[in-house]
């Protein structure tokens, strides 16, 4: 049976979070999206997070939200802008527990509270259905290079009523 974690925390990013979340971001790349990337994607990808600095400086110049457990960063995500979630990222001994979802929530709540009225992501293959339930539609089809590799996605859409998000009972 599965068990019932502690809900996390959430508290806003601070730079000395860089070295676990560029951790998460590569565990959860190459744990998660081997369904729908192969290896060679899935290792541009999770090259991303390598230049601790560089990701450090992206992180803080977006709106980064970090979950926690037990005061532990266990997964993360961002806001560029005032409407697009930039990153999302859980680490995968977490996943499907629900930590992806309060981090989007957070986001989705943020957002709608800044007047934000669309909402939308660029949802790798492996996360559009977690967005697809939770009433992002999708737009548009992409295709990204990353380290030199090309990557598809999805731009999807939500659109927030009254700042909060319609349909989410988490
Ligand atoms: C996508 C991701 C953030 C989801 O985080 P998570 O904590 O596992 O998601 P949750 O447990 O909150 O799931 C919420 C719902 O989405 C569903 N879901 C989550 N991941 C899913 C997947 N890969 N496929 C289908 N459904 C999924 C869950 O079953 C759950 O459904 P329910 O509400 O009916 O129970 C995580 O899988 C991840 O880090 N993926 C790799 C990185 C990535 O692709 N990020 C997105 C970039 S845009």
């Not at 996390?8 to 979070?17: E, K, S, W, Y």
């Not at 744990?31 to 899935?42: F, I, P, V, W």
Request: with cysteine; net charge negative.
């Amino acid at each position: 049976m599965a068990q019932s974690l502690p809900r996390p925390a959430l508290r806003p990013f601070l730079p000395a979070d860089t070295p676990l979340l560029a951790a998460i971001f590569a565990a959860a790349v190459q744990d998660l999206t081997g369904d729908d990337y192969s290896e060679a994607q899935q290792e541009a990808w999770a090259a991303a997070a390598e230049d601790e600095e560089t990701f450090g400086k992206k992180l803080a110049s977006e709106l980064t939200l970090i979950a926690t457990l037990q005061n532990s960063p266990v997964g993360f995500a961002s806001l560029k802008g005032p409407d697009h979630i930039e990153m999302l990222y859980v680490h995968p001994s977490l996943a499907g527990q629900g930590v992806g979802a309060m981090l989007c929530d957070a986001l989705e709540k943020l957002a709608g509270a800044r007047g934000t009225k669309n909402l939308t992501v660029d949802a790798s293959d492996n996360a559009q259905e977690f967005f697809a339930k939770r009433g992002y539609e999708a737009k548009q089809r992409n295709t990204v290079t990353v380290n030199g590799e090309w990557l598809a996605n999805t731009t999807m859409q939500k659109t927030l009523a009254n700042g909060a998000s319609p349909g989410d009972s988490k």
